[in-house]
């Protein structure tokens, strides 16, 4: 199983950033995708990509009767692992597209920023329609077809590099785009934002809150360059509860 993240030396300018040091206080859209988080008292959790673990244990931290982070990166899971010491959570090294082979449902399914990395989106969508009972819930966060649509994620500058306009091109093309990112070039899907809703509905998950998050006002006086994030959106937050009936076509 290989994984970017297991690069030594990406894991390593991975670590220096801001989610990485501060946790979900370092996440820029961290303020708005906690607030369509679901009640986690009691409740069974799963988290796709789970990473540091932060989403994790903070629904422990709320109430989760339990929680299993999965991911399919070693060095990402001994780091969560590091971190935590409840023991309602459980750490496993598996790809999102097996969580199928799981014997159990969950009351709530979470992923962050990861689901922008797996190819077939739709055939995911409908494992995690599976494992929900109805009135489950499924929350994710994934960088904005806007943002992905190019492929190379940067600015288009002028002589002096200051930032012109965000390029959005090939958008209805769905397919893999290469992009820089800490110094390594990284494989990701792009998909529009109706394949993004859509496929959820599909497969019976109810739309309650789309967010484009932006930064706070604060966040935009103290962070330099943070302006420029109210120029295009960056990333989609999107919760869902399972319903009874298929989203008719």
């Known amino acids: 199983m290989s994984d970017i993240y297991d690069d030594p030396a990406f894991f390593k300018a991975y670590s220096q950033m801001d989610r990485s040091k501060k ?24 988290d796709l990509g789970c990473g540091y673990g932060w989403h994790c244990r903070y629904a422990a931290e709320h109430g989760a ?29 598996m790809d999102m597209q097996a969580i199928d082979q799981l014997p159990d449902q969950f009351d709530i399914i979470l992923s962050s920023l990861a689901i922008h990395y797996i ?10 329609s599976d494992k929900l009972p109805v009135g489950g819930h499924f929350v994710m966060s994934v960088e904005h077809p806007i943002f992905t649509a190019q492929g190379k994620e940067e600015w288009v500058t002028d002589d002096q590099g200051h930032n012109l306009y965000w390029p959005v ?6 397919s893999q ?5 800490l110094g390594h070039q990284i494989k990701k899907y792009h998909r529009t934002l109706t394949t993004y809703l859509n496929t959820l509905l599909d497969h019976q998950l109810r ?42 076509k």
């Open 65 to 93: 009767k339990s929680v299993l982070g999965i991911d399919t990166s070693a060095k990402m899971l001994a780091e969560a692992a590091a971190k935590t010491t409840d023991q309602r959570i459980t750490y496993r090294r």
């Open 177 to 181: 785009r290469k992009t820089d990112f």
């Open 119 to 128: 190819e077939d989106y739709a055939q995911l969508v409908k494992k995690i």
């Open 169 to 174: 091109d090939r958008y209805f093309d769905e």
């Open 207 to 248: 739309l309650n809150r789309v967010i484009e998050p932006t930064p706070t006002d604060e966040m935009v006086k103290t962070i330099p360059g943070m302006a420029d994030e109210l120029r295009r959106p960056m990333m989609l937050i999107v919760a869902t509860t399972k319903t009874a009936y298929t989203h008719e």
């Open 23 to 46: 946790g979900l206080a370092g996440a820029g859209e961290w303020h708005e995708l906690k607030t369509v988080l679901p009640d986690f008292s009691g409740k069974r959790v799963l």
